[in-house]
């Protein structure tokens, strides 16, 4: 079993959509959750970061942790054809380096 | 403006033809890393670097060497490449290890024939 599995998609959706993207983890020690942004030809690039169970907002997104089921999902409102992209979550422990989901590549169609 | 470069940016080489992919970062970060990305498999580290001189492996670091000489550079040096090292690489950087952010570099693409 792979540390941090992702469905790799493609995800299609029509603008305007919810969209939704998990993560699933085995390892307890994660405590950091990020998930970064990547468009093609492009490096990632850190869109939200998380260290704790809950919700955290940043206008369109909301990243949600939930430790005990070892679940990460990040919801886009109102999605946008700019916000087709890959979607890498990655997360770590304390002291530890990062280790990345396989990413799904979403495409919001205008 | 703040920002990781990398060169080359694509490249096409031979087996056993030795190469370094040079990365720099003008933010005076201490912590370095190299990525590889491969279909399916995501973004796995290679090697990393907290410091000037201190640098260790990461999860993938058969057929590979770094250097980190100055703050800023951070090479990838494989001393004699195969096939499967064909792959899209990442250069990354961040304040330190357990900052919230790594800064990636635009990648570069390797194919070895």
């Known amino acids: 079993q792979k540390e941090v599995e992702q469905d790799p998609g493609p995800l299609s959706v029509p603008e305007g959509a919810i969209v939704s993207l998990n993560c699933t983890y085995s390892n307890s020690a994660f405590q950091y959750f990020m998930w970064y942004r990547q468009y093609s030809r492009k490096g990632p690039e850190l869109l939200m970061y998380t260290y704790s169970s809950g919700n955290k907002e940043d206008g369109r997104f909301t990243a949600q942790v939930d430790k005990s089921s070892k679940y990460i999902s990040l919801f886009i409102r109102d999605s946008q054809p700019s916000d087709s992209a890959t979607y890498l979550c990655?997360?770590?422990?304390?002291?530890?380096?990062?280790?990345f989901g396989p990413g799904t590549r979403l495409s919001v169609l205008p | 403006e703040a920002q990781v470069t990398q060169n080359p940016r694509y490249l096409i080489t031979v087996t056993g033809k030795k190469l370094t992919v040079t990365c720099s970062q003008n933010?005076?970060?201490?912590?370095m890393s190299w990525y590889r990305q491969d279909p399916g498999l995501g973004l796995r580290q290679i090697y990393y670097?907290?410091?000037?001189?201190?640098?260790d492996k990461g999860d993938v670091p058969e057929g590979y060497k770094v250097s980190r000489k100055e703050k800023r550079n951070f090479p990838l040096i494989l001393e004699s490449p195969s096939p499967n090292q064909t792959s899209l690489y990442f250069c990354?950087?961040?304040?330190?290890?357990?900052?919230?952010?790594?800064?990636f570099g635009p990648g570069t693409r390797l194919t070895v024939l």
């Open positions: 990655a997360m770590r422990g304390y002291g530890q380096n990062f280790v």
């Open positions: 933010m005076n970060h201490e912590y």
């Open positions: 670097s907290m410091n000037v001189e201190v640098t």
């Open positions: 990354a950087s961040s304040l330190h290890r357990g900052a919230d952010t790594q800064y």
